[in-house]
């Protein structure tokens, strides 16, 4: 048999191999690094058998697929060390996630975080006896039984849930059996850098009906130094968690009368029109027309759209005057309407039409996470109608726009294609010419991106962009989705050249995503130290002592008239005090007035970047000021020890 492996090279075998011993036949480093395999585009085992000819990657913790092989163990032993000390606890689900792992744990005396200590000691000891892990299978009906005896009612409503002829998998080491379909190492033995992080409650199977287990996160890595950095770097996260820096600013807040929803407060609205000034302002550039759609519209428009089948479960009705209404969880079919409002040529298109739209969807009280997942938020959304023949230069556009966008902020950036998903609409020609038109304009722009198979939209398939914060982090904002399939639903036209209807393309996109997910982004990535163009306060005013209020009053009144937003500090208490304070707020500049500032019509400049930056003529303050905030810049700050 032939094996092609994912360099392009070959190897050739007279007989059966596992995927391990394949990956030792290529070296031994490769054997002792490989967490699991992919045979012809298939995450596998890596005792899995390969008997025939195929591709076949062998997956590392290097590469997604391997860390959550790598990371789906430590669940395992996790799981297995609980039991251990807690022999009454029942077992939910452990799968791994993004950078770590979880397992849902039921037991009548709930586990805290000060057990986390006693299991990752028994977890040690676990790895420390390099227990090896087998695969086997059982029928459903053994496999029920099975878990019975074991007294683990989770796994046993898990199985039969299956189909009657499934053959279920499970995965054993040592004294520990778990339902899984893998794949698993090869032992416990290479799981040696981990950290238990937090415990939180979660409904078994996200249902707010049923019981509230207990959930405990946890990550791993192959090596210790990379765990140290990713503790640091959660540290990190924690210090820039927004919603800590949210309520220090006063920039929002969240009410127990409305969860999910959340309220601006009144520096917070400052920053939020900032941004979107800039946003009005790069859209009016590029030729984009504002709209605005209602927030609620009747149940028929979105089944015409196709959101009532394809996303009901998301959305919040109503009844008025006996007709079912969807509040929009999109701006969509509200823009096609508008479309639809006049008719057009093909002189008209692209007709690029923005709307900064409320939209709201229903998630789970347990996936809420301050401004980052909410249940109502405002969509930066553009959707283009254009002709066949436009389709590249329109995404080419869209794509540097939103480039402009993430470079002002200093993020750079991941490119993901996600193509048709299982749930979809819409014939195989129109998804082809949809997915190959965003491909070929990645292409034609010299792009690299990933595929991710199956993720697109039910209506089309979709440009991804994935911001990296300045600790590494990933956020997916802004997004580029091609739809053959809306305009035809709405008989959307357009009279072409020859005289005749024709159905327009349809581009979705958005820059910022969610309004409210960027500014949360924005204050973790920056800190609460937002650029001074976007700051709430811009300057604040700190007269040394209540004889130089007059003063400081004039200074403010001349920022003012200059459009710079500032406030003064008129409180009883030394200026060093008033310092302080100011830098806690991340005010970017100070101007400091006594008696040598009136008198010589000076102020005394203190900065967030440079610290103490001397004396200045008010005007010359100004003029400098207005110059940073006009050219957006954003100022590196120096470390305390450079000021």
């Not at 520990?176 to 698993?184: E, I, N, Q, R």
């Not at 799981?191 to 207990?214: D, H, P, Q």
């Amino acid at each position: 048999m032939k094996i092609t492996l994912k360099d392009g090279s070959a190897k050739e075998y007279d007989r059966a191999m596992s995927v391990i011993e394949i990956a030792a036949d290529i070296s031994e480093g490769l054997a002792r690094a490989a967490c699991a395999g992919e045979i012809n585009g298939e995450r596998v085992d890596l005792r899995t058998m390969v008997d025939q000819d195929c591709t076949l990657s062998i997956l590392t913790f290097n590469d997604k697929e391997g860390a959550d092989a790598f990371r789906h163990t430590t669940s395992h032993i996790m799981a297995q060390a609980i039991k251990r000390l807690y022999p009454d606890a029942k077992l939910a689900i452990g799968p791994s996630i993004d950078d770590g792992f979880y397992y849902d744990i039921d037991r009548e005396t709930p586990l805290t975080t000060e057990d986390l200590e006693k299991i990752e000691a028994e977890m040690k000891k676990i790895v420390k006896e390099d227990i090896k892990i087998r695969h086997y299978t059982l029928p459903r009906a053994e496999a029920i039984k099975f878990m019975q005896d074991k007294e683990e009612p989770y796994k046993v409503e898990l199985i039969q849930d299956l189909p009657e002829d499934a053959v279920i998998s499970f995965y054993e080491q040592g004294d520990f059996t778990d339902l899984c379909a893998g794949p698993h190492l090869m032992s416990t033995k290479p799981v040696k850098a981990f950290k238990l992080t937090k415990i939180a409650g979660a409904y078994w199977r996200g249902n707010e009906k049923n019981k509230m287990l207990t959930r405990i996160y946890g990550t791993s890595y192959t090596k210790a130094a990379d765990l140290e950095e990713y503790i640091t770097r959660m540290e990190e996260a924690k210090k820039r968690d927004h919603r800590k820096i949210g309520k220090e600013l006063g920039l929002f807040t969240f009410m127990d009368e409305g969860p999910g929803f959340p309220f601006f407060l009144p520096k917070g609205m400052i920053l939020k029109n900032a941004l979107m000034e800039y946003w009005r302002e790069i859209h009016t550039r590029e030729n984009y027309v504002e709209i605005e759609t209602p927030v609620m519209l009747n149940k028929d428009l979105w089944m015409t759209s196709g959101h009532w089948e394809h996303y009901k479960d998301n959305m919040y009705s109503t009844v008025i005057d006996d007709v079912d209404y969807c509040i929009k969880p999109m701006n969509c079919p509200g823009a096609v309407l508008v479309y639809k409002s006049q008719p057009h040529s093909y002189r008209d298109l692209p007709l690029r039409l923005a709307e900064v739209g409320l939209v709201h969807r229903h998630e789970k009280s347990g996936a809420l996470h301050g401004l980052m997942r909410v249940r109502c938020f405002h969509q930066d959304d553009a959707h283009i109608m254009m002709a066949p023949d436009q389709i590249q230069d329109e995404i080419k556009r869209v794509v540097g726009l939103i480039d402009e966008v993430y470079q002002l902020f200093g993020f750079k950036y991941m490119i993901e294609l996600s193509t048709r998903p299982e749930d979809s609409m819409g014939s195989d020609e129109d998804w082809e010419n949809a997915t190959n038109g965003l491909k070929n304009a990645l292409e034609d722009l010299g792009l690299e991106y990933m595929v991710n198979e199956g993720d697109g939209a039910f209506y089309g398939p979709k440009i991804d962009f994935h911001l990296v914060d300045c600790i590494g982090r990933t956020w997916q904002c802004g997004t580029i989705q091609l739809d053959f399939q809306m305009p035809q639903r709405f008989e959307a036209e357009y009279i072409g050249a020859d005289g005749e209807a024709h159905t327009p393309i349809m581009i979705h996109r958005v820059c910022f995503g969610s309004v409210e997910r960027f500014i949360g982004i924005l204050t973790e990535h920056f800190a609460g130290k937002f650029p001074t163009w976007l700051s709430p306060v811009q300057v604040k005013v700190l007269p040394i002592s209540d004889k130089y209020f007059d003063y400081g009053r004039k200074v403010i009144a001349e920022l003012k008239k200059n459009g710079i937003r500032c406030e003064m500090d008129e409180r009883a208490e030394k200026i060093g005090y008033k310092i302080r304070e100011a830098r806690l707020e991340r005010v970017p500049y100070m101007l400091v007035v006594g008696a040598q500032e009136e008198e010589a019509g000076l102020v005394s400049v203190r900065s967030r970047f440079a610290g103490d930056e001397g004396q200045k003529k008010l005007d010359g303050f100004i003029k400098d000021i207005q110059a940073e905030i006009a050219s957006r810049t954003i100022r590196e700050e120096q470390t305390e020890e450079n000021k």
